[in-house]
């Protein structure tokens, strides 16, 4: 081989595992561009107007931002009818634009796991059978309004999407909760700390999200309320996931009431909603 053809044979084997290495995700981020230059159709506006009334409220930077995440997402994730229920734009537009808030300022991908979001009409019934003391199988009968799984599914009751919707302040909301559940899994079992990046990212989330959950059993225990359900006291993930609605729609307690816990949130949605 002379020496011009070595070279070329290095620089084409060069590019060959360059497309290899980063052909996909260069693809995916052109293809993103395009989707996210598209205007955000009047219909879907309307639809955010009438099913989302805290979205006007929000100010303009993150309105947009979260059009173009939501648009990104309605290109990329099939929407699936069960129970009989037929998808519509309302369905799609309004799961993916609230799944958003959870995208913001991150730059971590769009949901990498998530396969498929799945829609019930209402409250669904999942059996199952689950690991019961001393390892004994048992059947659970459960009446639920959204789960997510590590395999990439997100399940949700329609009718518990359009409540949290429609109300912005009342910290709940079943799509915030059940897409967080997604993130907790990108990074294996749900078990209420995300992917973080850095090893002292989660020596701090542990100690502060640990020390929460500890104190949120204290109160549990004395028999005493707070703004934190009893239900986030369950395990760690689930304490993430309901923090995260809490995070997102009721801002101003949280930080009033547990400002190491609000600070620890913002620092990973990178979102500041007390300021919205
Ligand atoms: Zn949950």
């Known amino acids: 081989m002379t ?42 506006r309307e639809i955010l107007r009438r099913r989302m009334p805290g979205f006007a409220r929000w100010p303009a930077d993150v309105q947009l931002q979260l059009k173009k995440h939501a648009q990104v997402l309605l290109a990329e994730k099939p929407f699936i009818g069960c129970g009989g229920l037929s998808i519509t734009d309302e369905m799609r537009v309004l799961i993916a634009t609230q799944a958003s808030l959870l995208l913001l300022n991150r730059r971590a991908g769009y949901f990498p796991n998530l396969r498929q979001v799945l829609v019930y009409p209402g409250a669904f019934v999942v059996d199952r059978t689950a690991a ?25 009751s329609w009718d518990d999407v359009l409540a949290g919707a429609a109300d912005p302040g009342d910290g709940r909301n079943v799509v915030i909760h059940e897409f967080a559940h997604q993130l907790d899994q990108e990074s294996g079992f749900a ?8 090893r002292e990212r989660y020596a701090r989330w542990s100690a502060v999200l640990g020390l929460e959950f500890a104190a ?21 993930a689930e304490f993430f996931a309901v923090v995260s609605e809490l995070f997102f729609e009721r801002p101003a307690a949280l930080a009033a009431e547990h400002p190491a816990l609000y600070g620890e949130l913002a620092r990973y949605y990178r979102a500041h909603p007390l300021l919205w």
């Open 132 to 156: 019961g003391p001393g390892g004994l199988a048992r059947d659970e009968r459960r009446v639920l309004a959204g789960e997510s799984w590590q395999q990439g599914q997100v399940i949700l």
């Open 216 to 236: 949120l059993q204290q109160r549990l225990v004395r028999g005493e309320t707070g703004l934190i359900e009893p239900y986030a006291a369950t395990d760690a």
């Open 3 to 44: 020496t011009a053809a070595a070279v070329l044979f290095l620089a084409g084997l060069a590019l060959a595992v360059a497309s290899w290495l980063w052909g996909p995700p260069l693809l995916a981020s052109l293809r993103r561009l395009r989707v996210r230059r598209q205007p955000f159709p009047p219909a879907w």
């Open 191 to 198: 078990n209420g700390a995300p992917f973080l990046g850095r």
